[in-house]
């Protein structure tokens, strides 16, 4: 979906390095998310927000970290990459409200490799 | 948490009518059942959601029996670009900050044969 954007959009790192992914969103929501996904594994939740002051972790949240600069931005961290941390990473924005279906808008990846 | 389980992969030829089944034995009653679709190398996409008996939309249908134990995603005629994962997700969708529930788990491979 065009209106949720992700950099980069591939990426090759070396063990060791600090890797920042961007997201950033156009359609308004408050909800916003990190997933990894790995072959014959699904979609694992690391991070969501459900708004500027709010940080939850998810499923695997260990050797992550996240900040929200704006009801827009959602930043993933990587303080020290290590190879098995080489997946294809989603962000994704909601909007959720008694009415809806909080349905997930999902962001085009980004594929992280970590050597 | 409600635990979610479906085939790992399904085959079907063009033009016909597939139904893919998730059980999810311990559902709750604020839980509401909902299917995503995965391209590869693409994030999901909603196709559906429901909380009971049927739901209709232009891509597809869910059946939900009255027990809610399971349900079923009916997708009528497919074709070959209907080729992709399925995700089935049981969860509340008013689960606040702290509390969220939805997990995608490892979905159903469907492969339409011309």
């Known amino acids: 979906d065009a209106d949720v954007t992700q950099t980069p959009r591939n990426r090759i790192t070396k063990t060791g390095k600090r890797i920042m992914l961007e997201c950033s969103q156009t359609k308004g929501h408050d909800r916003m998310y990190w997933y990894r996904q790995d072959p014959g594994l699904g979609l694992r939740l690391i991070y969501y927000s459900f708004d500027v002051k709010d940080i939850n972790k998810g499923e695997i949240s260990d050797g992550y970290s996240v900040s929200r600069q704006a009801q827009a931005k959602f930043s993933l961290s990587l303080e020290s990459a290590i190879p098995n941390q080489t997946a294809l990473y989603f962000c994704?924005?909601?909007?959720?409200?008694?009415?809806?279906?909080?349905?997930?808008?999902f962001g085009p990846g980004t594929r992280l490799t970590v050597l | 948490l409600a635990k979610t389980t479906q085939p790992i992969s399904m085959d079907s030829y063009e033009g016909q009518e597939v139904n893919i089944t998730c059980s999810h034995n311990?559902?709750?009653?604020?839980?509401?059942i909902t299917w995503y679709q995965q391209f590869p190398s693409q994030g999901p996409r909603f196709i559906i959601q429901?909380?009971?008996t049927k739901v209709t939309n232009e891509v597809a249908s869910l059946f939900i029996p009255a027990d809610r134990k399971s349900s079923t995603l009916s997708l009528p005629r497919v074709s070959l670009s209907d080729t992709a994962v399925y995700y089935c997700?049981?969860?509340?969708?008013?689960?606040?900050?702290?509390?969220?529930?939805?997990?995608f788990g490892k979905g159903t491979k469907l492969s339409v044969i011309p």
């Open positions: 994704a924005t909601s909007d959720w409200d008694r009415s809806s279906t909080d349905t997930q808008y």
């Open positions: 311990n559902i709750a009653t604020n839980d509401y």
């Open positions: 997700l049981v969860g509340d969708r008013r689960a606040g900050a702290g509390s969220y529930q939805l997990t």
């Open positions: 429901g909380y009971k």
